[in-house]
């Protein structure tokens, strides 16, 4: 028995086969009523499109290229981005293309270039920090190669990216601690040419200096966004006197990696030091105690993204450029009253 044809889709679905083939392509502006009617006929059908026929006809690959910074980013940051971006993909009819590389490297541009026409993916995703490296950007503006930028600070004229409050989300977890009864409180920075974590770090001070609370320089620690590099800010923070009855890092990796080394120098947490972290990771839910931090929604913001690149390649001129994601404030059992440690110290 032959294989189900696109004609046999139209006849079962008694539509044209260019109905069809807009169906089967996602394209914009079908009536919901004729789409179900399709898709009943190619279920019922067990019709599978021949992805050569269709690349040929749109004149697309219908391949998405993800590049991410394989030498600094989280893990759990780049799974995150993947499924949101994979979600859409599902939809969509795309698929994805994940290409690792190092943000640092002096061939970045090239690389990123050539990959884009070697692979012949239709459009790009860029996460921090490559959604705010404008060479790169501008590069591919210049080229023609449609991307979308994930959490960028910066803003590039037409350019496609939705983002996040990070800023005044730092700002408001900062307030907590303070509404805490703290005003000893500790700043672990991320790598500062990752321009959205420097973010957190801009809404920690504005935060204390809203709050006419002192900024010690000592107690500003710059790591580089990994678990290892938290306890190297842990041990600086915590080996000395006096010191922080409060530490918010800018991720949830280098939260965990100071509420290691409270662990093994004997600093209960929250009792003696209360700790905060950002993304809400799946780490944050797995720490003992489990972790205070902000949730921002980065499997939703990774999907937006490449909703947002695919609807612009089929209507360019009648989307929105951007979409804003608001974080949220995750309270667990490593943040508690400042009073604690007073009590503590004067026992």
């Not at 590389?101 to 790009?124: G, K, Y």
């Not at 010690?216 to 620690?221: F, G, Q």
């Not at 939703?300 to 989307?319: C, V």
Request: with cysteine; hydrophobic share 40%.
């Amino acid at each position: 028995m032959s294989s189900p044809t696109i004609d046999d889709v139209a006849k079962q679905a008694k539509v044209s086969i260019k109905t069809v083939s807009r169906v089967v392509n996602r394209e914009p502006n079908v009536r919901k009523e004729t789409r179900e009617k399709v898709q009943r006929a190619i279920d019922l059908l067990g019709y599978t499109p021949n992805l050569s026929a269709r690349r040929l006809a749109a004149k697309r690959s219908f391949l998405v290229g993800l590049v991410y910074d394989n030498f600094h980013a989280t893990s759990a940051y780049v799974v995150n981005v993947q499924c949101g971006v994979m979600a859409s993909c599902s939809q969509s009819g795309y698929e994805l293309l994940i290409h690792p590389l190092n943000v640092s490297s002096a061939t970045l541009i090239n690389e990123v270039i050539d990959f884009t026409h070697r692979s012949q993916v239709d459009c790009l995703v860029l996460p921090p920090p490559l959604s705010d490296h404008t060479h790169l950007c501008n590069q591919l503006a210049a080229q023609n190669i449609p991307f979308v930028r994930l959490s960028p600070v910066f803003n590039l004229n037409d350019s496609l990216y939705v983002q996040t409050n990070d800023r005044s989300a730092a700002f408001d977890m900062t307030m907590k601690l303070i509404e805490l009864g703290h005003s000893d409180i500790a700043f672990v920075a991320g790598r500062p040419d990752h321009y959205a974590v420097s973010e957190r770090h801009l809404g920690f001070v504005d935060a204390m200096q809203s709050a006419a609370l002192p900024i010690r320089e000592e107690w500003i620690k710059i790591g580089a966004s990994t678990f290892d590099s938290g306890k190297d800010c842990g041990v600086a923070l915590l080996n000395n006197t006096p010191r922080p009855t409060a530490i918010f890092a800018g991720n949830d990796e280098m939260a965990a990696g100071v509420m290691s080394i409270a662990h093994s120098l004997g600093i209960r947490i929250p009792e003696d030091l209360s700790v905060a972290g950002f993304d809400d990771s799946d780490l944050a839910r797995q720490s003992w105690p489990a972790l205070t931090s902000v949730r921002q929604p980065v499997q939703a913001m990774a999907k937006a993204a490449a909703d947002l690149l695919f609807l612009s390649l089929k209507a360019p001129s009648s989307i929105d450029l951007s979409r804003c994601f608001a974080c949220e404030i995750i309270l667990r059992d490593s943040t508690g009253p400042a009073i604690k440690i007073n009590e503590t110290a004067n026992a």
